[in-house]
Protein backbone atom coordinates (compact mmCIF):
# COMPACT_ATOMS: atom_id res chain seq x y z
CA UNK A 1 0.00 0.00 0.00
CA UNK A 2 1.62 3.26 -0.81
CA UNK A 3 -1.07 5.66 0.62
CA UNK A 4 -0.28 8.07 3.64
CA UNK A 5 0.28 6.03 7.46
CA UNK A 6 0.23 7.15 10.51
CA UNK A 7 1.12 5.03 13.83
CA UNK A 8 -0.13 4.49 16.03
CA UNK A 9 -3.72 4.39 15.11
CA UNK A 10 -4.82 4.62 18.83
CA UNK A 11 -2.86 5.92 22.17
CA UNK A 12 -4.55 6.00 25.17
CA UNK A 13 -2.31 8.32 27.95
CA UNK A 14 -2.93 9.65 31.22
CA UNK A 15 -3.37 13.74 31.78
CA UNK A 16 -0.33 14.88 31.58
CA UNK A 17 2.08 12.47 29.83
CA UNK A 18 3.89 13.42 26.24
CA UNK A 19 3.19 11.20 23.19
CA UNK A 20 4.39 11.39 19.58
CA UNK A 21 2.48 10.57 16.27
CA UNK A 22 4.55 9.17 13.38
CA UNK A 23 2.99 9.71 9.91
CA UNK A 24 5.01 8.75 6.73
CA UNK A 25 3.42 10.12 3.56
CA UNK A 26 3.10 9.09 0.39
CA UNK A 27 6.90 9.27 -1.27
CA UNK A 28 7.87 11.62 -3.01
CA UNK A 29 5.24 13.76 -2.00
CA UNK A 30 6.81 17.44 -1.05
CA UNK A 31 3.62 18.77 1.42
CA UNK A 32 2.58 17.33 4.77
CA UNK A 33 -0.15 18.41 6.96
CA UNK A 34 -1.62 17.69 10.40
CA UNK A 35 -4.99 18.69 11.07
CA UNK A 36 -7.16 17.64 14.45
CA UNK A 37 -10.55 16.19 14.22
CA UNK A 38 -12.85 16.31 17.13
CA UNK A 39 -16.18 14.10 16.97
CA UNK A 40 -19.41 16.02 14.39
CA UNK A 41 -16.81 18.85 13.52
CA UNK A 42 -14.50 18.57 10.36
CA UNK A 43 -10.64 18.62 10.07
CA UNK A 44 -8.66 21.46 11.90
CA UNK A 45 -5.81 22.68 10.40
CA UNK A 46 -2.95 22.33 12.92
CA UNK A 47 0.35 22.83 10.49
CA UNK A 48 2.34 21.70 7.28
CA UNK A 49 4.94 21.37 5.71
CA UNK A 50 7.03 21.74 2.63
CA UNK A 51 10.27 19.26 2.17
CA UNK A 52 11.87 19.93 5.66
CA UNK A 53 10.64 23.46 6.12
CA UNK A 54 7.15 23.87 8.57
CA UNK A 55 6.09 26.55 6.80
CA UNK A 56 2.57 27.52 9.23
CA UNK A 57 1.39 26.75 11.91
CA UNK A 58 -2.31 27.58 13.25
CA UNK A 59 -2.56 30.55 15.59
CA UNK A 60 -4.77 27.61 17.43
CA UNK A 61 -1.84 25.47 18.04
CA UNK A 62 -0.88 25.69 21.61
CA UNK A 63 2.96 25.60 22.70
CA UNK A 64 2.44 22.32 23.47
CA UNK A 65 2.78 21.18 20.57
CA UNK A 66 5.67 20.70 18.67
CA UNK A 67 5.98 19.10 14.71
CA UNK A 68 9.00 18.12 12.82
CA UNK A 69 9.75 16.48 9.43
CA UNK A 70 13.57 16.37 9.56
CA UNK A 71 14.73 14.76 6.18
CA UNK A 72 11.78 15.68 3.83
CA UNK A 73 10.24 12.41 4.43
CA UNK A 74 8.45 11.45 7.48
CA UNK A 75 6.98 13.30 10.47
CA UNK A 76 6.22 13.96 13.85
CA UNK A 77 3.94 15.45 15.64
CA UNK A 78 4.24 15.74 19.78
CA UNK A 79 1.60 16.96 22.31
CA UNK A 80 3.62 17.66 25.55
CA UNK A 81 2.03 17.64 29.00
CA UNK A 82 -1.04 16.33 27.38
CA UNK A 83 -4.54 17.35 28.85
CA UNK A 84 -8.36 15.86 28.29
CA UNK A 85 -9.12 18.70 25.63
CA UNK A 86 -6.52 17.58 23.33
CA UNK A 87 -8.27 13.73 23.19
CA UNK A 88 -9.30 13.90 19.25
CA UNK A 89 -8.48 11.87 16.12
CA UNK A 90 -5.27 13.68 14.37
CA UNK A 91 -4.53 12.98 10.80
CA UNK A 92 -1.96 13.49 8.38
CA UNK A 93 -1.86 14.13 4.87
CA UNK A 94 0.31 14.46 2.14
CA UNK A 95 -0.01 16.01 -1.01
CA UNK A 96 2.64 17.00 -4.21
CA UNK A 97 2.46 20.90 -5.15
CA UNK A 98 2.29 21.15 -9.02
CA UNK A 99 1.29 25.00 -10.14
CA UNK A 100 -1.88 25.68 -8.06
CA UNK A 101 -2.87 22.15 -7.80
CA UNK A 102 -2.27 20.46 -4.20
CA UNK A 103 -4.68 17.38 -3.30
CA UNK A 104 -4.24 16.04 -0.43
CA UNK A 105 -4.27 12.42 0.47
CA UNK A 106 -5.19 12.09 3.98
CA UNK A 107 -3.82 8.72 6.24
CA UNK A 108 -6.13 7.06 8.76
CA UNK A 109 -5.60 9.11 11.37
CA UNK A 110 -4.23 8.59 15.45
CA UNK A 111 -7.16 8.39 18.01
CA UNK A 112 -5.69 10.21 20.99
CA UNK A 113 -7.60 9.81 24.24
CA UNK A 114 -6.33 11.19 27.56
CA UNK A 115 -7.62 10.42 30.39
CA UNK B 1 -11.39 33.40 5.19
CA UNK B 2 -13.55 30.68 2.80
CA UNK B 3 -16.17 29.99 5.44
CA UNK B 4 -17.39 26.90 3.99
CA UNK B 5 -21.78 26.07 4.51
CA UNK B 6 -23.07 22.54 3.90
CA UNK B 7 -26.13 21.04 4.69
CA UNK B 8 -25.80 18.81 7.75
CA UNK B 9 -27.75 15.97 6.87
CA UNK B 10 -29.21 14.50 3.31
CA UNK B 11 -30.92 10.78 2.85
CA UNK B 12 -31.25 9.14 -0.30
CA UNK B 13 -32.18 5.66 -1.30
CA UNK B 14 -29.97 3.40 -3.21
CA UNK B 15 -30.03 3.99 -6.86
CA UNK B 16 -31.01 7.57 -6.68
CA UNK B 17 -28.83 10.55 -7.99
CA UNK B 18 -27.25 12.87 -4.56
CA UNK B 19 -26.57 16.08 -4.82
CA UNK B 20 -24.51 17.89 -1.99
CA UNK B 21 -23.76 22.08 -2.51
CA UNK B 22 -21.60 23.32 -0.31
CA UNK B 23 -21.67 27.35 0.18
CA UNK B 24 -18.43 29.88 -0.18
CA UNK B 25 -19.01 33.09 -0.91
CA UNK B 26 -15.63 33.86 0.42
CA UNK B 27 -13.40 32.17 -1.90
CA UNK B 28 -10.22 33.45 -3.10
CA UNK B 29 -9.33 33.69 -6.97
CA UNK B 30 -6.54 30.65 -6.03
CA UNK B 31 -8.98 28.83 -4.39
CA UNK B 32 -9.69 25.38 -5.43
CA UNK B 33 -12.90 23.36 -3.91
CA UNK B 34 -12.24 19.92 -2.81
CA UNK B 35 -14.55 17.17 -1.63
CA UNK B 36 -13.92 14.16 0.29
CA UNK B 37 -15.80 11.52 1.71
CA UNK B 38 -15.47 10.57 5.35
CA UNK B 39 -16.46 7.11 7.38
CA UNK B 40 -16.19 6.56 10.92
CA UNK B 41 -12.93 6.22 12.39
CA UNK B 42 -11.19 6.83 9.12
CA UNK B 43 -9.31 9.87 7.69
CA UNK B 44 -10.84 11.56 4.58
CA UNK B 45 -10.83 10.22 1.42
CA UNK B 46 -10.33 12.30 -1.86
CA UNK B 47 -12.86 12.40 -4.10
CA UNK B 48 -12.76 15.16 -6.88
CA UNK B 49 -11.32 18.90 -7.26
CA UNK B 50 -12.08 21.80 -8.97
CA UNK B 51 -11.60 25.41 -9.99
CA UNK B 52 -13.94 26.18 -11.53
CA UNK B 53 -17.26 24.84 -14.60
CA UNK B 54 -18.08 21.19 -14.72
CA UNK B 55 -15.29 18.27 -13.48
CA UNK B 56 -15.93 15.09 -13.53
CA UNK B 57 -14.15 10.99 -12.91
CA UNK B 58 -15.55 8.01 -12.25
CA UNK B 59 -17.01 8.45 -9.22
CA UNK B 60 -18.48 11.77 -8.95
CA UNK B 61 -19.39 14.94 -10.75
CA UNK B 62 -18.25 18.67 -9.99
CA UNK B 63 -20.65 21.52 -10.91
CA UNK B 64 -19.08 24.55 -10.08
CA UNK B 65 -21.11 28.09 -11.21
CA UNK B 66 -19.00 31.24 -12.76
CA UNK B 67 -18.93 33.37 -10.21
CA UNK B 68 -17.67 29.89 -7.27
CA UNK B 69 -19.53 30.78 -4.29
CA UNK B 70 -20.93 27.49 -4.34
CA UNK B 71 -19.94 24.09 -5.30
CA UNK B 72 -22.32 21.14 -6.00
CA UNK B 73 -20.91 17.35 -5.58
CA UNK B 74 -23.13 14.76 -7.51
CA UNK B 75 -22.99 11.23 -6.64
CA UNK B 76 -24.79 8.90 -9.80
CA UNK B 77 -26.75 5.85 -8.76
CA UNK B 78 -25.75 5.70 -4.47
CA UNK B 79 -25.37 2.57 -2.84
CA UNK B 80 -25.83 1.64 1.09
CA UNK B 81 -21.89 2.07 0.93
CA UNK B 82 -21.84 5.64 0.02
CA UNK B 83 -23.50 6.42 3.19
CA UNK B 84 -20.58 8.62 4.96
CA UNK B 85 -20.10 12.32 5.99
CA UNK B 86 -19.10 14.54 2.63
CA UNK B 87 -16.84 17.56 3.40
CA UNK B 88 -16.27 20.62 0.97
CA UNK B 89 -12.43 21.70 1.59
CA UNK B 90 -11.93 25.64 -0.21
CA UNK B 91 -8.77 27.09 -0.48
CA UNK B 92 -5.12 26.55 -1.08
CA UNK B 93 -1.87 26.89 0.73
CA UNK B 94 -0.05 29.18 -0.93
CA UNK B 95 3.02 30.25 1.37
CA UNK B 96 1.08 31.76 4.48
CA UNK B 97 -2.71 30.93 4.10
CA UNK B 98 -2.88 27.50 4.99
CA UNK B 99 -4.96 28.29 8.30
CA UNK B 100 -7.12 29.43 5.88
CA UNK B 101 -7.99 25.88 4.64
CA UNK B 102 -11.50 25.61 5.65
CA UNK B 103 -13.53 22.19 6.13
CA UNK B 104 -16.80 22.90 6.72
CA UNK B 105 -19.17 20.65 9.16
CA UNK B 106 -20.04 18.16 6.36
CA UNK B 107 -22.92 16.52 5.31
CA UNK B 108 -24.44 13.46 6.27
CA UNK B 109 -25.38 11.24 3.93
CA UNK B 110 -27.52 8.31 4.82
CA UNK B 111 -28.58 5.84 2.35
CA UNK B 112 -31.36 2.96 2.78
CA UNK B 113 -32.56 0.69 0.59
Known amino acids: DTGVSQDPRHKITKRGQNVTFRCDPISEHNRLYWYRQTLGQGPEFLTYFQNEAQLEKSRLLSDRFSAERPKGSFSTLEIQRTEQGDSAMYLCASSFLTGLEDTQYFGPGTRLTVL | LAKTTQPISMDSYEGQEVNITCSHNNIATNDYITWYQQFPSQGPRFIIQGYKTKVKNEVASLFIPADRKSSTLSLPRVSLSDTAVYYC??????????????FGTGTRLQVTL
Open chain 2, 89 to 102: LVGLPITGTASKLT
